[in-house]
């Protein structure tokens, strides 16, 4: 994308650099919108909620089909915009972000069609009981730097099904796709009242303006904004554990509906049975797949004694082989981590850890990262395995959200699963192991919202996804979205 002006719900006066990570320059600038955004933002789409809630899931299942067909036109455009301005292999974007954020709208078109509502009889009283669900109305969506559309469409695609209006603000610091968003949405027949946009021929009529609302800014400003407004009664957020706090002492005093999907401290758990032909190259995966900035990625290798050093070797030469490069080379396995600043605090990590008395067996400070000249000043990274660590280590227990991961040996099954558990996260985990009865046992025992068993990432949009303890609060997936977006009222009827 060309430098210049993102343009937003509406005008912002002030505008924040942003950066390329795979050079380290300012390529764009991003609205930075505030207070009276968010206001104007609110009331748009409160004034849209009447329409839009009231048309059939029919009607509106047919507009968010009409969303992804124009998005997976323009597939290769989202791709490359998306990899420019977060930094991941533009082969990633092309396979993965943008074939999700599709799909996330066909999926929740598809969905909204299928639900089901509950009924029971009382003869002995005449009566009947029946439940209905309703949409909420305006719905505030904060979406990651790391996923950036993915994670945006994830929350707006549910949100607006279920009949609710919705105001969302992108990571500041991937604004590119959410902008480019606007103009589908536009063409698709979300129109922004107040919108720098101009409205596209050919807009399904009928369609209320102000239904979906994407104001651009930064957290303090922006974020802090849209979770305090009284008008706006529930959050769906993506983020760190930090900024859920936040926004839980903001929402406190009006009782908002919070749905939090937060960091994760994820375990691989490998027994001596695990076939390693296949979980080497999964859990080098799992580890380092977009720079290590995903929640689910690994980050906690527990091996057994019996084949850690097998395991250990065969797995550093695995690591050594990702390449890391610009996010346009077609050969990169990893691109550039989001800033500078997020940099810093992953080789912080390696340091602190090598001050412990760890060792470092790749990556940050072993291997030369070599790069093209324009790209020396690029927020890149090794993939770096450290072992030699204790569980009470930060690398051990914080999640560094990079590309970052620890081996460690265990002996037995009742020790490696109170070990993994032994973390304030409970996000997603990992286990390997050609027994199935163990494997059954110890998923059943780990404190995860999710557990990928002999695989990692296969994702079923129909089942609950969300973590446990620090990891958030609630689940996102099909019946789990609709029910976060909807209120339910049972009613009675005697007859």
Known sequence: MERGHLSSVTCAGSYIDSYDPSTGEVYCRVPNSGKDEIEAAVKAAREAFPGWSSRSPQERSRVLNQVADLLEQSLEEFAQAESKDQGKTLALARTMDI?????????????????????????????????????????????????????????????????????????????????????????????????????????TAGVPPGVVNIVFGTGPRVGEALVSHPEVPLISFTGSQPTAERITQLSAPHCKKLSLELGGKNPAIIFEDAN??????????????????????????????????????????????????????????M???????????????????????????????????NLPARSQAGYFMLPTVITDIKDESCCMTEEIFGPVTCVVPFDSEEEVIERANNVKYGLAATVWSSNVGRVHRVAKKLQSGLVWTNCWLIRELNLPFGGMKSSGIGREGAKDSYDFFTEIKTITVKH
């Open 99 to 203: 074939p999700r954020s599709v799909q996330n709208f066909r999926f929740f078109a598809s969905s909204i069609l299928h639900h089901t509502s509950e009924c029971t009889q009382m003869d002995h009283l005449g009566c009947m009981h029946y439940t209905v669900r309703a949409p909420v109305g305006v719905a505030g969506l904060i979406s990651p730097w790391n996923l950036p559309l993915y994670l945006l469409t994830w929350k707006i695609a549910p949100a607006i099904a279920a009949g609710n209006t919705v105001v969302a603000k992108p990571s500041e610091l991937t604004s590119v796709t959410a902008w480019m968003l606007c103009t589908l949405l536009d063409k698709a027949g979300f129109p922004h009242p107040a919108s720098c946009l101009q409205r596209q021929k050919g807009a």
């Open 276 to 333: 390693l032909d296949e979980c080497i190259p999964a859990t080098v995966r799992s580890s380092f797949a977009n720079q290590g900035e995903i929640c689910l990625c690994t980050s906690r290798i527990f091996v057994q004694k019996s084949i850690y050093t097998e395991f250990l070797k065969r797995f550093v030469e695995a690591t050594r082989k990702w390449k890391v490069g610009i996010p346009s080379d077609p050969l990169a396995s």
């Open 335 to 369: 691109g550039a981590l989001i800033s500078k600043a997020h940099l810093e605090k992953v080789r912080s990590y390696v340091k602190r850890a090598l001050a412990e008395g760890a060792q470092i067996w790749c990556g940050e400070g072993v291997d030369k990262l």
